[in-house]
């Protein structure tokens, strides 16, 4: 073994065990850093991918509106939590651009008269698309206002004819570790499951969601539909659905099956009622400025006149 | 290490460590640091602060390996350093991230494990700055300066639990820092010692 006299070992030759375990991240940084430093006007953000993203003319339903401004388009289309590409909120965008969106088929069954193998144009076509802006609110208390484009999940669902043991709608995400990546680690159990009880899928305010900005969904938003439960934890509002089961018992939802005592079955937006390991009591507006304070959680997401009704004589505590 | 290379030395990494910060500054300041700034300007201080208090701890294992002194004279820096970005990933949390609601603040550090335990981590390392310069040392002895500053794995554990319980589901970089952390307190152990005893253990159970 050769050893080198001390002062002929540069400090550059030594590699720090954070380099060594964390190489590719810690060049990101540190090159990211530099460049950052050194070069004024540096874009952070990767340019705008030049598809076309077809534009669905939906009218704008003015029954759903928000006062507070819409959130940019970047930031709706560029910070997702979609863990099937990846944990990190640019992980989506970057590692979804080849995910397939057509043909795309949706299983339907369960306790109803017509299942069977829907294609997406099928199940959507049949519909008058209509744009509506809600509030989103993640559990990880940041929020967002964006301008959805799909049909009440009601009406869609309506046609499958639900039965009386139908107490619950299950939903399911594709399963496709190839085209996925981020499932071919046990981050979660895939595929990604959620459910609702009846009347939360029949309420006016659900939405089944296919398009966003008056285009059709981008892949990390979701593509080709999802769900979107207004009055919910964004987690609940489950993205490239491929299944769709009327159950008579409480469907089994994927978070609530990582960590049990941290996300509930119902998960509605409860300022009142904590995170074990961080508060609801207030969340970050994605886009505003480093000096505006976060804004106080509303219940229901601000959706308490159209959805408190459900949820009469529930011990929301306890029933989270 | 001759005085101009060790003078040199000490630039090199005043530059290396304070690049981060600056580069977060002018990242904020030109609105480059994504759809949630803060975050990113929490979760990075916080990551400069552990990787610097690690690398603290790595210094007295890499001496005993390969009888490197200078870098001894550099882990005062290094320490400091990592307290600042400590003190940065506070700052960031009191004054961006609660704007200064007290109550919330002292909620959270009572009723959130992980900020009890970050919280911690940073009371343990103020008397660590404080003592960290030659007119402490002299004060407090060798001996006593040596044991207190030995609170430097404490806090870096305490670091490395606070990121480990933050995280919702992907434990893959806290327990990178986890495992990079075993390896120096392992390091620590008194091997000689307990192989010197094992040693005599197996000699006296041989002659009888």
Redesign the interface.
């Known amino acids: 073994m050769l050893i080198k006299k001390?002062?002929s070992?540069l400090?550059s030759e030594?590699t720090?065990?954070?380099m060594y375990?964390?190489r590719r991240?810690f060049l990101r940084?540190?090159s990211?850093?530099?460049l950052?430093?050194t070069v004024?006007?540096?874009?952070?953000?990767s340019p705008a991918t030049a598809s076309a993203a077809v534009q669905l003319g939906a009218a704008a339903n003015p029954a759903y509106k928000v006062d507070a401004p819409l959130s940019?388009k970047?930031?709706v289309t560029?910070?997702n939590n979609f863990?099937e590409f990846g944990?990190g909120?640019?992980d989506p965008k970057e590692y979804s651009q080849d995910f397939k969106t057509t043909p795309w088929t949706i299983e339907v069954g369960g306790h109803c008269d017509k299942p069977g193998s829907y294609n997406y144009e099928d199940l959507v076509s049949p519909h008058k698309l209509e744009e509506r802006i809600y509030r989103f609110r993640c559990v990880?208390a940041?929020s967002m206002v964006v301008p959805w484009v799909g049909i009440p999940l009601a009406d869609m669902l309506k046609r499958f004819a639900p039965n009386s043991k139908a107490k619950y709608v299950a939903f399911e995400t594709l399963n496709d570790p190839v085209q996925m990546p981020g499932q071919r680690r046990p981050?979660?159990e895939w595929p990604y499951v959620e459910g609702l009880r009846i009347d939360e899928a029949m309420h006016p305010l659900t939405l089944m969601t296919v398009g966003v900005f008056g285009e059709q969904l981008p892949t990390q938003n979701g593509a080709p539909l999802r769900l979107i439960v207004p009055w919910k934890y964004g987690f609940k509002s489950i993205k490239s659905i491929v299944r769709i089961t009327f159950t008579e018992e409480e469907p089994p939802t994927s978070w609530n099956n990582?960590?049990a005592r941290e996300y509930g079955f119902y998960s509605n937006v409860n300022p009142g009622k904590?995170h074990p390991?961080?508060?609801q009591?207030?969340e970050?507006s994605?886009?505003d400025s480093?000096f505006t304070?976060?804004k106080p959680t509303l219940m229901f997401n601000g959706y308490a006149d159209e959805v408190a009704g459900l949820y009469t004589g529930m011990d929301l505590s306890r029933y989270f | 290490?001759?005085r101009t290379?060790e003078r040199i030395?000490k630039g090199?990494?005043h530059l290396l460590f304070i690049?981060?910060f600056?580069?977060?500054l002018?990242?904020?300041f030109?609105g480059?640091?994504?759809?949630?700034?803060?975050?990113v300007l929490t979760h990075?201080t916080g990551e400069w602060a552990l990787?610097l208090l690690?690398?603290v701890l790595?210094v007295t294992p890499?001496r005993k390996l390969?009888?490197?002194n200078?870098m001894v004279r550099q882990r005062r820096m290094i320490g400091l350093y990592g307290f600042f970005y400590v003190v940065c990933h506070l700052t960031t949390y009191v004054w961006?991230?609660?704007?200064f609601?007290l109550e919330?603040i002292f909620?959270?550090i009572v009723?959130?494990?992980?900020i009890t335990v970050g919280f911690s981590a940073f009371l343990l390392l103020i008397p660590l700055a404080a003592t960290s310069n030659n007119a402490m040392v002299k004060r407090l002895g060798a001996r006593r300066w040596r044991a207190l500053h030995r609170a430097a794995y404490v806090a870096a554990l305490l670091g490395v639990v606070h990121f480990l319980?933050?995280v919702?589901?992907?434990l893959r970089?806290p327990l990178?820092y986890a495992?990079?952390l075993g390896?120096f307190l392992c390091a620590r152990l008194p091997w000689r010692t307990m192989l010197d005893k094992r040693k005599a253990n197996a000699l006296k159970s041989a002659s009888n």
């Open positions: 001390p002062n070992i400090p030594i720090t065990p954070e375990f964390g991240r940084d540190a990211g850093a530099m950052i430093a004024p006007g540096l874009a952070w953000h940019a970047e930031d560029g910070y863990y944990t909120k640019s990880e940041w981050v979660l990582a960590a904590d390991r961080w508060s009591k207030k970050r994605i886009g480093f304070p976060k | 290490m001759s290379a030395l090199v990494l690049t981060p600056v580069a977060l002018a990242g904020a030109m480059k640091l994504g759809a949630n700034p803060v975050e990075e990787r690690i690398l790595m890499l390969t009888g490197w200078w961006l991230d609660q704007f609601d919330t909620e959270d009723k959130r494990p992980y319980w933050l919702k589901a992907d970089e990178v495992s990079v390896v």
